[in-house]
Structures are given as structure tokens and as C-alpha cells.
């Protein structure tokens, strides 16, 4: 089982920068696929990035492409998201969510993951 908690999150300008992580514990961490989703008030929860258990192969759709970058740390059992370039659009509640799988495949469906952490706040003011 595996124990997540995000940090990093608060209120930024549009063109801002924030890094949120994301810090695991449990066993095991370094065989799981992790995820960062966002959900804004009245939508879906959406992906917004992937990276795989060696941190080898990342993944992030169009919409925060050139702009979120994913990363891991498996001594330190964390997983970060560098988001630059802020935008209005981006105000979400971030998730921080891990599947156990080794795999390269990108899973971006929140229901393909096991665990999740209770989600930080990112406001971005126009």
C-alpha cells in the first residue's frame, strides 16, 4: 500500500511558476506508474501528466505540454510537477495518484489508479 500526500500548491499569477510534490510512503514505490490529475470546480477530474516507474518515459497531453514537466525521485520516495507558464485555465485541486505497474504504457483514466493523496490547491489570477 502506498501513502501519498501533495505540498507545493497556492495562488500564483498568470505566467507564474509553482512545483508541487508529492511525497509517497510504503513499500514499493519505485514499481509504480504515477500520475498527476487536476480537477476544477464543476468538471472532470483530467490527467495532466505520467511518469514511469524508472522515470524513463513521461507523458503529458497538449494541453500543459511545453509547460508541466513530471519527475521522480525513487530513493526519495517523490514525485514533482514543474508547472510554468501558468494560465487562468489552470486553477485546479491537483492530485497526486499511483498504479502499480511497471509498465510503459501511459494509463490517463483516474480509474486505472490505486492510490491518491488528498490534493493541493492551485489558483492562478488573471
Known amino acids: 500500500q502506498v501513502q501519498l500526500v501533495e505540498s507545493g500548491g497556492g495562488l500564483v499569477q498568470t505566467g507564474g511558476s509553482l512545483r508541487l510534490s508529492c511525497a509517497a510512503s510504503?513499500?514499493?514505490?519505485?514499481?509504480?506508474?504515477m500520475g498527476w490529475f487536476r480537477q476544477a470546480p464543476g468538471k472532470e477530474r483530467e490527467f495532466v501528466a505520467g511518469?514511469?516507474?524508472?522515470?524513463?518515459?513521461?507523458y503529458s497531453p497538449d494541453s500543459v505540454k511545453g509547460r508541466f514537466t513530471i519527475s521522480r525521485d525513487n530513493a526519495k520516495k517523490m514525485v514533482y510537477l514543474q508547472m510554468n507558464s501558468l494560465k487562468p485555465e489552470d486553477t485546479a485541486v491537483y492530485y497526486c495518484?499511483?498504479?502499480?505497474?511497471?509498465?510503459?504504457?501511459?494509463?490517463?483514466?483516474?480509474?486505472?489508479?490505486?492510490?491518491w493523496g488528498q490534493g493541493t490547491q492551485v489558483t492562478v489570477s488573471s
Open positions: 510504503g513499500r514499493a514505490f519505485s514499481s509504480y506508474y
Open positions: 495518484a499511483a498504479r502499480p505497474s511497471m509498465s510503459l504504457l501511459v494509463v490517463t483514466a483516474s480509474s486505472e489508479y490505486t492510490y
Open positions: 511518469i514511469s516507474w524508472s522515470g524513463g518515459s513521461t
